[in-house]
């Protein structure tokens, strides 16, 4: 993981994890520790876009079911959910195609990085508005101190690595 001061904005401390996807036995470390935490009667798999489809597809390939992916606004064809969010350095939109998973459906979410919650929250309203059950969270990194898991209070959340934000 590297560390970038000051990226996207002054005042934010970007936190990469590229150096780590792109080492096979490292991407398979983190989706081996990441499975060991999804419930195992999940339906699908969220990606949040864009380090969270990795995660998301490595996993689901592993456990043998789908995956799911939120994109940002722009990104997807057809009839769409969307949902605008607060961020560390401004606002953002996220969307997901209803039609997909069949209502009812137990969703796990994975994102790499878990850090004001402002992502992963909006995807959990997103999902719960398309009908489906939000079952767990799981992320590579927490940033503690930035509020993430009180902006996702009610969902159990698995971080594999804690550090301070």
Not at 71 to 85: D, F, I, M, N, W
Not at 120 to 136: N, P, Q, S, W
């Given at each position: 993981m590297t560390t970038t001061p000051d990226f996207p904005k002054p005042g934010i401390l970007f936190r990469d994890l590229t150096a780590l996807m792109a080492d096979g036995d490292a991407l398979r470390q983190v989706t081996d520790a990441l499975l060991a935490q999804i419930p195992t009667d999940v339906d699908a798999l969220v990606g949040v876009e864009a380090r969270g489809f990795l995660f998301?597809?490595?996993?689901?390939?592993?456990?043998?079911?789908?995956?799911?992916?939120?994109?940002?606004?722009?990104?997807?064809?057809?009839?769409?959910?969307?949902?605008?969010?607060?961020?560390?350095?401004?606002?953002?939109?996220?969307q997901l195609q209803p039609e997909s998973l069949a209502q009812g459906s137990r969703v796990y979410v994975l994102d790499d990085v878990l850090a004001t919650g402002g992502?992963?929250?909006?995807?959990?309203?997103?999902?719960?508005?398309?009908?489906?059950?939000?079952?767990?969270l799981g992320v590579a990194i927490e940033l503690r101190g930035l509020g993430g898991r009180e902006a996702v209070a009610g969902y159990p959340v698995h971080a594999l690595i804690e550090l301070d934000g």
């Open positions: 998301a597809a490595a996993a689901a390939v592993s456990r043998g079911i789908g995956v799911y992916p939120i994109r940002k606004e722009g990104k997807l064809p057809g009839p769409l959910l969307s949902e605008t969010y607060s961020l560390e350095y401004g606002t953002a939109t996220i992502t992963m929250a909006a995807a959990i309203r997103l999902l719960e508005r398309a009908g489906y059950v939000v079952v767990g």
